[in-house]
């Protein structure tokens, strides 16, 4: 099977929607062990999905807030006492206080900023750099994305947060390739997820992608995204790192907004 007798760990699983899930899902479904992350009030969201994963015990939850640095060693100390090793790492983690959002850009204050910065695109850094010890050559780290090459209406703070995303992944790409380890991100299209909803204007995306997408796309089908993440966690993408991977339905590359799907 793709990811046969490698250990996932997965962050940012809440409910049963969130990409991370459907990760988790087809990692298990594909022969690796999977581990999750969890943290604070949210940790019981994340131990209640746990359960509704295909496998007949739920997976181990690490307790992580990825902007506690101590919390994120301690994962890679627990693997090395273990003598195991983490062989591929979904860095699904993004957040931006709600003055970074909706059309707020000019007004956002640094604090804000900062935490939207710190949580949505440092934090990329800080989990592989804090894991490196217990990764192994071979190892692989996809990291969550949305395009952030344009501006988007009402993304704000966030389209510059993933841009620092998509910037750190491409540095981390260039210091962890000498030890075997590549870092990719995959930009997925617009998907109903509880993240999602707390963007303003959300639906505006969805309605957009339905028009211009040459494929077509379904914003309650987060599979396709899960399975193209599995890949890049497999050995099957091991002369590929520094990439973003868009699996979008075609969006991305189209120029004009009308699509093959209108009428």
């Given at each position: 099977?793709?990811?046969?007798?490698?250990?996932i760990?997965?962050?940012?699983?809440?409910?049963?929607?969130?990409?991370?899930?459907?990760v988790?899902?087809?990692?298990?479904?594909a022969?690796a062990?999977?581990?999750?992350?969890?943290?604070?009030?949210?940790?019981?969201?994340t131990?209640?999905s746990?359960?509704?994963?295909?496998?007949?015990?739920?997976?181990?939850?690490?307790?992580?807030?990825?902007?506690?640095?101590?919390q994120?060693?301690?994962?890679?100390?627990?693997?090395?006492?273990?003598?195991?090793?983490?062989?591929?790492?979904?860095?699904?983690?993004?957040?931006?206080?709600?003055?970074?959002?909706?059309?707020?850009?000019?007004?956002a204050?640094?604090?804000?900023?900062a935490?939207?910065?710190?949580?949505?695109?440092?934090?990329?850094?800080?989990?592989?750099?804090?894991?490196?010890?217990?990764?192994?050559?071979?190892?692989?780290?996809?990291?969550?994305?949305?395009?952030?090459?344009?501006?988007?209406?009402?993304?704000?703070?966030?389209?510059?947060?993933?841009?620092?995303?998509?910037?750190?992944?491409?540095?981390?790409?260039?210091?962890?390739?000498?030890?075997?380890?590549?870092?990719?991100l995959?930009?997925?299209?617009?998907?109903?997820?509880?993240?999602?909803?707390?963007?303003?204007?959300?639906t505006a995306?969805?309605?957009?992608?339905?028009?211009r997408?040459?494929?077509?796309?379904?914003?309650?089908?987060?599979?396709?995204?899960a399975?193209?993440?599995?890949?890049?966690?497999?050995?099957?993408?091991?002369?590929?790192?520094?990439?973003?991977?868009?699996v979008d339905?075609?969006?991305?590359?189209?120029?004009?907004?009308?699509?093959?799907?209108?009428?």
């Amino acid at each position: 099977m793709l990811l046969d007798g490698k250990n996932i760990l997965i962050t940012g699983v809440l409910t049963d929607d969130s990409i991370a899930f459907h990760v988790a899902r087809v990692a298990i479904e594909a022969g690796a062990t999977t581990y999750l992350t969890g943290f604070g009030r949210t940790r019981s969201l994340t131990e209640r999905s746990a359960k509704r994963l295909p496998i007949a015990e739920p997976p181990e939850i690490f307790e992580m807030d990825v902007n506690d640095q101590a919390q994120i060693d301690a994962i890679a100390a627990e693997f090395r006492n273990r003598g195991e090793s983490i062989d591929g790492v979904l860095h699904a983690i993004g957040y931006a206080p709600a003055d970074c959002l909706g059309g707020n850009f000019l007004k956002a204050e640094w604090d804000d900023v900062a935490v939207a910065l710190q949580t949505s695109a440092y934090s990329l850094k800080a989990l592989a750099a804090g894991l490196l010890p217990a990764m192994a050559e071979g190892s692989s780290i996809v990291a969550l994305d949305f395009d952030a090459t344009v501006a988007w209406e009402a993304y704000d703070w966030m389209g510059v947060s993933k841009a620092a995303l998509e910037a750190t992944a491409r540095y981390l790409a260039r210091d962890l390739g000498p030890k075997g380890i590549r870092v990719n991100l995959v930009a997925a299209g617009p998907l109903k997820t509880m993240a999602a909803k707390s963007i303003p204007g959300f639906t505006a995306f969805g309605d957009a992608w339905r028009r211009r997408a040459p494929l077509g796309w379904n914003e309650s089908d987060p599979v396709p995204v899960a399975e193209a993440v599995a890949f890049l966690l497999s050995d099957w993408s091991r002369a590929i790192t520094g990439e973003m991977l868009h699996v979008d339905g075609g969006y991305h590359a189209m120029g004009s907004d009308r699509g093959s799907h209108d009428e």
